[in-house]
């Protein structure tokens, strides 16, 4: 087990390192002229030149990368080229709100995806399963912006009973972070509750149909109990990883829904930095947000691998 | 709107404004966005403020006058202004913040401003209330490169100027209490202040990504006011009952550029064509809203005092279009890539221009490119504003024509997309330049006009307004078309 | 509980359907039968005839698309299909239990195994502790030696037959009145098929529990039970004690079925093995006269249009067939074949094999999967090789072919030059002289592809034949496997597993091949199929002077065709030798052990040479001879400490065994006598 | 041995075509397939021929008329330029239905070669991509696509290649586990035994039998192309203007809701929604009839 775990992180920060070179290239595939796109077209050449050569952006690729990764192994994310200070408070903030709504998100879907998949599952084939795989197929493909939008026109404009932007005041406390939070986070809700239900339902259509199972109600056992005993803990495992994974989607994944919400979330930090081709902010945000995935998913296969004890004790005596 | 009497303003309480995230650092010198230069208008001040009137108003010098051929020009400071740190202001500040813009060392923003009007070391302090400027080359309107126009000459200490960004110390009636980048500023009033001392208490600025969450802000109740609402973005709010749009006539413009040095373009007769086809009430009731003034294909707008307004409006007029197109032989139409900027209205005038071409049988095909891209390097060969052969560049407001008449259209002009090189036009403008009175302008003005109307290298068919928007019942705001704001004398 | 005369279960006129795709589909139709208190009663049939269902109906749990459409079930004198979830939950936590194939997957694998065994005892409201201490005391009856460890244990952590013996020790650990087995040793090895038979055995005798026992393999049913009902497509076709019915078979099919075994040491110069023509019906189809009539050489127009009825035969037998009388003497459906000449003692070897070794090297750990074997083979010999799951049989074979790389030590030779060992280092007549026929045709063949592209793709790249010739080729081909010409236009799902594995064979001899390695070709078809690809092995060999290497568990057909025999064990060879030596004996104790171990029809079976514990790991083989571990013959530490040597058994025969051979003939012939006397 | 006719197949006559056929009829009588595929073929004829059958030039402004609400003459009424909604949401489809399929398309064809070869021969350059795929997994695809589109400046193009190329190392995971499967699968030893050169044994054996994931893969991919190209367009850096595109449309639109002027979005947001449902409808009906 903590060979195992050893070796996950060792991969964990392989993957990470691969990852901090498709990330510097892709920010550095086109020789772009970063100081005019900063001081935009009417700059005088005069100030474009200088600001180029205090940004360094005019020394060799590998010097750069060297420098840029090298700081970031001592904590230093470089510095912002559009603010000029370091990007790391911005991306720690960003990541911070990015939490906050993911949290809210999964505290909210997780339960109920679960519940409908397992639903589903034990209705296999009636209508209530096919009104669960398929309205959750279906609000789990819209574009979470397009519900955003019908949401944000029913509850924040029409009924007027939620905030429209996300951001709540500095000063609130847990309930009405909530309340501004209520609003972006459904759309995730929808998004999230398809995938979820639909693992949950696949692991559960298993778990009934598989051998235990039968066991379980041949030595006479409540049904209820067989599957809540034999079927829900195994059905459940590989939705562990589902949940894991989407971590990547609800942060950093939301660029839409935090435009639409004003919400200062690693995603609009992304797109704002995409928008002023602010490569080191964009390159610190990425990466963040890559490594953040890679920790949920080692997180995902620990879990995973301490609840399944055909892994945790390794193969037989 | 309710006249500004009618209730009497009660100090104290709070005004907070959206705007769009300032591109990059608050360095006075090198801001160059609306973000940046509304945010430092709350501390900052110019010698002179451009009021929306387009006419100078003074602020911390009381008045100007140039020598004969407006070669150099004296400035009369105000006394008993005060910094926030408590100093008080006096020429040697003023020499040391113009000479620091004006220093290409310093890769200011304003070096774009003075080149060819202003050089480093050439401003000089005579005594400490006068300060006296030697131009490169004779300017009757100076004054407004030294006014809230040229945003980047806000006046700062001597000393601590050139590190403005620490504890932002300025003259304005409000002074630094925090600012977060990304997120907002905040001001409290300066009770030092040398005018009539600021009514609210405090001002909040919060920063937005884009002007929809502005928009939904304003009308959610969370901000009292937008400075800088795009007209075609901001319907919504033109029938809210609870909010009053404030406009002010401004110069900023659209120009359409053709390459007077490629076809289908080397005749200007295909040139005014074009220019004939558009429906220019339409554009500015309809795409505008109301909200912009006729242009006349040339940079004077009916607002620059010089504006010779007796140069006939240029009309649609599809028959003599076509008229124009069969004398230049192009009775079956052209084709032609019209590209421009995802910007403002920009896209959706790029849509108009080419419907109406097509009454003479222009073929246009739209190419829109985001910001960057359309800007590219910003020299020949690099950037399809200025290789394209037919564009659509957004220009900001500027007080005087200067810039739009030199930069875009002379000879050598360094944003001269249109390639227009006319040893006449140039001998205007300079004549123009020089002119110290209006009535000397005004001349030239028109000829430049008249010129402009026949050449036609560049559609000038509207000049937007500023568009402001506030809560109903918030007066006192003086919003500049440049992007400054004042709230000091603003209240509910 | 009703009183001990009511049948422990009864069947009456059942039949069970499955909706599918809208449809209804009944696979069985008005089975009867009855098992009385403590009687064993068994099921054969091939598969899809509808056993597990019948079994499934039992207790109570057919698949969810499936249901009862009539007839009765009573389980000790309770009509289940009356029952209500209540009481049909009592009547699973007391009165019927059930253990079916593949333990591994009937144990939840994320329960300790103590923890699934308490539970028995929850609905009879036991406590946690008593629960598991009943569970353990259960665990000690199914010969568990130390229950408190597996109580604590996984079920991963256990081996397929202590999985298999926990299942056992659940179901009967309520004492039911009736114990069904689906399928119980099937998957496991054939000696661990054998310990978990005799387990069943003497637990019956315990528990006075009535079984019934469901399987393909007569001779599991013939080992456990006293009574069988023979199916065939869903219905019930013949019935009566096992010892009878199958010495003296009622019914035409069960009398095919008996003929298509090689049993009781038959040989391939005997002549071929008798097949079952066509196929079973679809479960769907309509059929008026008897189901079997499409098949049947005693078939006359009254079984085509009249469904018979299940004649009662007098002493507890029962036939379905209008011409029972004459079912023992069903002709022969097989002509005479040419058989392969015996191959010459002094002909020149074919492949040589020296020192042959494969080390998996995996995260961690190799694997020794075949260690150090050494055999010859002659040009139109068939080599049978035989060892438990995991001895290397496949392995082997890979090696011979090129497809995976030997270790460096070992060496091959093809008509005595040498041969490289991996497929991309061989000529291309080495490449095309050996070929391979998988065990399963439904993965040998790609399924993407239609027949004539399979053999014809072969006869181009192997042959290298092409426009008419290949067509000439492919037809001559097609014949010789009995390939119908109209299946080349079709893809390999649609035909059936026999066709299919013709299919494979066709492809295999595309080349002209020398050598043939056979993995197990017919272990996973039906009994009736597997005869007639057995004699086309023989006829095809007749006629191609073909060596083959025969891979088979299945020790009847491997004595059916091999001239030799070659034992594997952890990769090691045991024991080579020629075929009827090595039944006959001397042996090695682990030749003695598996042969012992197979169930045979007739229900006398030599005293089972026991292995004790389990197969050991490959990756860390056991020091000395590597069977010691299980060796019932051990004679002491030089088992456990020296490698054993190559001992001469006879011409062409070797034992790898401490034990000198003459001791081994001694012991093994005492061991014979034994038996004899004892049944 | 028996030289009686052999009946030709398993159990029943034709077993295997019929059921083949059986699984296209489930196919054609499964609801969501059905409403899904009319959809799609709907839009999709919106695209060939919207521009034909619309009531209203979709481009023509009539600027005096700008943002009416839905009239008899404008059933979804017009935009700030006056321009017909419903003729713009009809033809918005066009710009959609290019790039969407033609980045499933690229993503599709480079992910099912890279992924064949990985799986196929596996080996140490499959190790090295493996690492890289995950890596690049390790970030959502808008954030992927954002940072190449940066890079490489938007434009149709761009926007065509970069989804395809995000979108490629996940067929490529998906592809390369199918053929790691297949290619322990004996027929593909059986080839190698006739010394069937790498390329054909991966495009000949081992295709045809991967090719049903493929497909399935490639339509869900195609779904979340869709999903993508409207998310990158709201954002700005998608399908760019004058397009009637739907994402695009909602992009310079939603601003208006609060003003009331909800038919200039709610339309193209339905669309999106509809096209999108209906694409996954199909990849899950097709799902379900491989899995039957
Ligand atoms: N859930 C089901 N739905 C539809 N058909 C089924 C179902 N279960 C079994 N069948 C069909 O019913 C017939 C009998 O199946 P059953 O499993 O009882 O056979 P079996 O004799 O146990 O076979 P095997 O030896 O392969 O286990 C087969 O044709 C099978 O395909
Ligand atoms: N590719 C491989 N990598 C690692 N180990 C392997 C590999 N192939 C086989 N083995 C191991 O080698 C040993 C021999 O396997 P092999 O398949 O040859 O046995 P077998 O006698 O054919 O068994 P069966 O009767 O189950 O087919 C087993 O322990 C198996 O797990
Ligand atoms: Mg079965
Ligand atoms: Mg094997």
């Known amino acids: ?37 900063m001081l935009g077209p009417f700059a005088d050449p005069r100030a474009v030149d200088q600001l180029n050569h205090e940004l360094g952006t005019d020394r060799p690729l590998l010097a750069q990368y060297a420098d840029w990764l090298g700081g970031f192994v001592q904590g230093d994310m470089g510095d912002s080229f559009a603010m000029r200070q370091p990007v790391a408070p911005f991306v720690w903030n960003a990541l911070g709100n990015s939490l906050r709504l993911a949290l809210l998100a999964l505290v909210l879907v997780v339960p109920l995806g679960i519940l409908g998949g397992v639903l589903a599952a034990l209705f296999v084939g009636r209508p209530l399963d096919r009104v669960i795989t398929v309205g959750g197929l279906s609000a789990a493909v819209v574009p979470e912006f397009i519900s955003g939008i019908v949401l944000i026109l029913i509850f924040g ?3 007027k009973w939620l905030p429209l932007s996300a951001a709540a005041p500095a000063d609130a406390g847990l309930l009405v972070q909530i309340k501004y939070l209520l609003l972006p986070s459904i759309p995730l809700v929808l998004v999230l509750f398809g995938y979820i239900a639909r693992m949950t339902r696949a692991g559960m259509i298993e778990a009934l149909d598989s051998d235990y199972m039968r066991t379980a109600m041949l030595k006479g056992l409540k049904r209820s109990t067989a599957i809540r005993r034999h079927a829900l803990r195994n059905a459940l495992l590989p939705t562990i990883s589902v949940v894991a994974t989407q971590t990547v989607y609800l942060l950093g994944g939301l660029v839409a829904i935090e435009v639409l919400f004003h919400y200062r979330g690693i995603g609009s930090l992304i797109y704002t930095a995409a928008q002023k081709k602010d490569f080191p902010m964009l390159q610190a945000a990425v990466l963040v947000v890559g490594a953040v995935f890679i920790l949920a998913s080692l997180a995902a296969d620990l879990i995973y691998a301490w609840l399944n004890p055909r892994i945790r004790l390794g193969g037989g005596e | 709107t309710m006249p500004r009497a009618a209730r009497a303003a009660v100090p104290g309480g709070v005004l907070r404004m959206a705007q769009t995230v300032p591109a990059a650092t608050l360095d006075p010198m090198k801001i160059a966005d609306g973000g940046g230069i509304t945010t430092l208008s709350q501390v900052g001040e110019y010698l002179c403020f451009d009021m929306p009137n387009l006419t100078l108003a003074p602020q911390l010098a009381e008045s100007w006058s140039p020598n004969k051929d407006g070669t150099v020009w004296t400035f009369k400071l105000r006394q008993g202004v005060k910094f926030h740190n408590g100093a008080t202001m006096t020429a040697d500040d003023v020499v040391a913040t113009i000479n620091r813009l004006a220093d290409p060392a310093n890769g200011s923003n304003a070096l774009s401003a ?20 030697t131009l490169d080359a004779p300017n009757g309107n100076f004054p407004y490169y030294l006014s809230s126009d040229n945003y980047n000459a806000v006046i700062l200490p001597a000393k601590e100027g050139a590190e403005f960004e620490k504890n932002w110390i300025a003259t304005g009636p409000y002074k630094y209490e925090s600012y977060t980048p990304q997120v907002g500023a905040k001001f409290t009033r300066f009770d030092g202040y040398w005018g009539p001392k600021a009514i609210a208490d405090r001002i909040e600025i919060s920063y937005y990504n884009d002007i929809q969450p502005q928009i939904l802000a304003l009308q959610g109740g969370e901000v009292d006011l937008i400075l800088q609402a795009p007209v075609l973005q901001s319907v919504a709010l033109l029938n809210d009952p609870n909010i009053q749009i404030l406009t002010g006539p401004s110069t900023a413009h659209e120009q359409v550029h053709m390459r007077v040095d490629m076809d289908p373009f080397k005749d200007a007769r295909v040139r005014r064509a074009i220019a004939l086809c558009l429906d220019r009430p339409a554009l500015v009731n309809g795409m505008m809203k109301g909200k912009a003034a006729i242009g006349n294909d040339s940079p004077f707008a009916a607002v620059y005092p010089s504006t010779d307004q007796s140069v006939p409006q240029r009309e649609k007029n599809i028959a003599e279009a076509k008229q124009l197109m069969e004398a230049a032989g192009m009775k079956d139409g052209f084709e032609v890539t019209l590209t421009t900027e995802d910007y403002l209205e920009l896209p959706e005038y790029a849509v108009l221009i080419q419907n109406a071409v097509k009454q003479i049988g222009g073929k246009i095909t739209l190419q829109v490119l985001d910001q960057g891209t359309y800007y590219g390097d910003a020299v020949p060969g690099k950037s399809p504003w200025l290789d394209s052969t037919m564009g659509i560049t957004d220009y900001g407001h500027r007080g005087v024509p200067n810039v739009f008449l030199a930069a875009p259209l002379a000879s050598t002009g360094t944003w001269n997309s249109a390639h227009f090189n006319n040893p006449t036009y140039d001998g205007l403008v300079a004549s123009y330049i020089a002119a110290l009175d209006l009535e000397a302008q005004r001349a030239s003005a028109s000829q430049i006009q008249k010129l402009l109307l026949e050449e036609t290298p560049v559609l000038f068919s509207y000049f937007y307004d500023f568009v402001s928007a506030t809560k109903v019942g918030l007066n006192g705001v003086i919003p500049t078309a440049m992007g400054q704001i004042r709230l000091d004398q603003a209240s509910f | 509980m009703t009183d001990a005369t009511t049948p422990a279960l009864a069947v009456e006129d059942l039949s069970v359907s499955y909706r599918v795709r809208g449809g209804e589909r009944q696979v069985v139709h008005g089975v009867s039968f009855t098992i009385g208190r403590g009687e064993a009663y068994g099921l054969v049939g091939e598969s899809g005839c509808g056993k597990s269902t019948i079994a499934y109906a039992t207790v109570g749990y057919l698949a969810r698309n499936g249901q009862i459409s009539g007839g009765r079930i ?14 049909l939950r009592h009547l699973r936590a007391g ?10 997957r009937a144990l939840n694998p994320s329960l300790k195994i103590g923890r699934q065994m308490a539970e028995v005892y929850e609905p009879l409201g036991l406590g946690r502790r008593e629960a598991l201490s009943r569970a353990a005391e259960m665990l000690q009856r199914v010969r568990i030696a130390d229950p408190r460890r597996v109580l604590d244990r996984y079920p991963h952590q256990l081996s397929g037959g202590m999985q298999q013996r926990v299942c056992i020790a659940m179901a009967l650990a309520i004492n039911p009145a009736l114990l069904i087995l689906d399928e119980p040793t099937t998957g496991l090895d054939a000696t661990v098929e054998a310990e978990v038979l005799d387990l069943v055995r003497q637990l019956r005798a315990e528990f006075n529990t009535a079984i019934l026992c469901i399987s393909h393999n007569l001779g599991v049913i013939a080992t456990l039970c006293e009574r069988v009902g023979v199916l065939y497509a869903g219905t019930m076709v013949e019935e009566g004690t096992a010892a009878e019915l199958f010495a003296a078979p009622r019914h035409p099919y069960t009398v095919g079925l008996l003929r298509c075994l090689p049993q009781r040491g038959r040989r391939k110069d005997q002549g071929p093995l008798d097949t079952i023509p066509g ?43 209008h011409f029972w009388q004459e079912a023992p003497d069903l002709p022969r459906t097989e002509p005479a074949l040419p058989t392969p000449a015996p191959v010459a003692a002094d002909a020149p070897p074919l492949l040589g094999v020296e020192h042959l070794s494969k080390t998996f090297h995996m995260k961690g750990h190799s694997l020794k999967a075949v260690h150090d074997v050494s055999l010859q083979l002659k040009a139109g010999e068939t080599l049978g090789l035989v060892g438990e799951s995991g001895s290397g049989k496949t392995t082997f074979a890979r090696l011979l072919l090129g497809l995976v790389a030997p270790d460096q030590e070992g060496s091959l030779q093809l008509d005595g030059k040498p041969l490289p060992g991996l497929l991309d280092r061989r000529s291309a007549a080495e490449g095309k002289a050996l070929q391979i026929v998988f065990q399963n045709p439904d993965s040998a063949l790609n399924r993407a592809h239609a027949v004539r592209r399979i053999i014809g793709r072969a006869i181009g790249k192997l042959a290298g034949l092409f426009g008419a010739a290949r067509d000439e080729r492919l037809l001559e081909l097609t014949r010789a496997v009995r390939l119908p010409d109209r299946t080349l236009g079709t893809k390999p799902r649609q035909l059936s597993g026999g066709l299919k594995q013709r299919v494979a064979i066709a492809r ?18 039906d009994v009736s199929v597997q005869s007639a690809i057995l004699n086309l092995f023989v006829e095809l060999q007749a006629k191609r002077q073909v060596s083959y290497i025969f891979i088979s568990h299945d020790l009847g057909v491997v004595r059916f065709l091999a001239d030799r025999i070659a034992v594997l064990y952890l990769g090691r060879l045991m024991e080579v030798g020629p075929a009827e030596q090595v039944f006959s004996g001397p042996q090695h104790p682990y030749t003695e052990a598996l042969l012992s171990a197979v169930p045979s029809i007739d229900g006398r079976r030599a005293t089972r040479i026991r292995l004790s514990g389990e197969i050991p790991s490959a990756s860390d083989p056991p020091k000395g001879c590597v069977f010691h571990t299980r060796c019932a013959r051990k004679i002491g530490r030089i088992c456990e400490t020296e490698e054993p040597p190559l001992a001469d058994a006879g011409p062409g025969h070797v034992i790898h065994c401490h034990i000198p051979v003459e001791e081994l003939a001694r012991l093994q012939a005492a061991a014979a006598q034994e038996s004899a006397a004892s049944s | 041995m028996s ?38 073929l709907f839009w999709v004829f919106c695209a060939l021929f919207g521009e034909a059958v619309v009531p209203l030039d979709p481009y023509a402004d009539d600027m005096m008329n700008y943002l009416m609400p839905p009239s008899a003459e404008h059933w979804f009424g017009t935009d700030q330029l006056g321009r017909d909604v419903f003729s713009r949401v009809i033809v918005g489809s066009r710009d959609i239905l290019t790039v969407a399929p033609l980045a499933t398309l690229i993503s599709t064809l480079a992910g099912a070669a890279l992924g064949l070869v990985m799986g196929y021969y596996r080996g140490w350059a499959d190790e090295i991509l493996s690492r890289v795929i995950d890596a690049m997994l390790a970030l959502p695809t808008i954030v992927i696509a954002l940072l190449a589109l940066v890079a490489l400046g938007t434009s149709t193009i761009t926007v065509v290649l970069v989804i395809g190329f995000t979108f490629a190392p996940i067929i490529a995971k998906t592809v390369r586990a199918a053929v790691l499967a297949e290619r322990e699968v004996e027929y593909v030893a059986a080839a190698e035994l006739r010394r069937e050169s790498g390329l054909y044994v991966m495009f000949i054996e081992i295709l045809p039998n991967v090719a049903a994931p493929i497909l399935v893969e490639a339509t869900i991919r195609l779904g979340y192309a869709i999903f993508a190209v409207a998310t990158l367009s709201f954002i700005g850096f998608g399908i760019q203007p004058p397009s009637p595109d739907w994402g695009l449309s909602i992009s310079t639109n939603y601003g208006l809701l609060t003003g009331g002027y909800w038919w200039t979005v709610l339309f193209d947001s339905l669309a999106i929604a509809s096209l999108v449902v209906a694409v996954n409808l199909v990849a899950d009906a097709m799902q379900a009839a491989l899995h039957d």
């Open chain 1, 1 to 37: 087990m903590l060979k195992v775990a050893l070796r996950r992180f060792l991969l964990f920060v392989l993957t990470l390192w691969l990852l901090s070179i498709i990330v510097f290239l892709a920010s550095h595939v086109l020789p772009g002229n970063v100081g005019r796109a």
């Open chain 1, 157 to 159: 404009v029409w009924l």
């Open chain 2, 114 to 133: 003075f080149s060819g009007v202003l050089s480093a070391g050439a401003t000089r302090k005579i005594d400490d209330y006068t300060v006296e400027f």
């Open chain 3, 74 to 87: 009573e389980v000790a004198g309770r009509d289940l299909t009356h029952l209500s979830g209540d009481e």
């Open chain 3, 95 to 104: 009165a019927v239990s059930m253990v079916y194939q593949d333990p591994g």
């Open chain 3, 279 to 321: 196929f079973l019906p679809a479960a769907d189809l309509r059929i008026d006269g008897c189901v079997f009539a499409d098949r049947c050489a005693l078939a006359r127009d009254l079984c085509r249009t009249t469904p018979p009825p299940l004649f009662d035969l007098g002493d507890g037998r029962r036939s379905r067939c």
């Open chain 3, 508 to 525: 295999a001899f595309a080349g002209e091949p020398r050598l043939v390695v056979c993995d197990e070709p017919t272990s996973a078809l």
């Open chain 4, 3 to 40: 030289d009686a006719p052999l009946p030709l197949v398993a159990s029943d006559g034709g077993a295997a075509a019929r059921e083949r056929r059986e699984r296209l009829r489930v196919l054609l009588r499964s609801p969501t397939f059905l409403v899904g595929a009319a959809i799609i």
